[in-house]
């Protein structure tokens, strides 16, 4: 018995978790379409296209929480979610570099920077292939 409810209980953190990762990436997906002039302020200078990249980073958050949703694609999905925290570190890194030293903003970019190789790990943690089951 306790076994079992050991494993209920890894399963039912690990809906939690992952519940979590999709909320945050289709939020934030939602975000950039909804409310893309934050993020097109942040896009580095060498981007072509800034309204493109934001439109499409959008558009790649919406997909990866979509592919996490659905247990055939979510090892996929969560590499793709890797994939795309990597692509927009330098987003992450010029909003840090243009902000005004000592504002409550320019302590959330520094607070930021670090967090993303905690979610580029979160996302990892779904890459394996099987899920506990009670």
Known sequence: MSRARDLWGRARARRVSLTGLIALMGGSGIAHLIVPEPYLKIVPRWVSSASAAVFWS??????VAAAL???????AGA???????????????QHALQVEPGTGEWWAT????????????????????????P
């Open 110 to 133: 520094r607070a930021r920077l670090p967090l993303q190789p905690v979610l580029i790990w979160w996302a990892w943690t779904f890459t394996r292939m099987r899920e506990p089951t």
């Open 69 to 75: 949703v659905h247990p055939r694609m979510r090892r």
């Open 58 to 63: 959008g558009i790649a958050e919406l997909a």
């Open 79 to 93: 590499w793709a979610t890797i994939a795309l925290l990597v692509a927009v570190f330098p987003a992450n890194i």
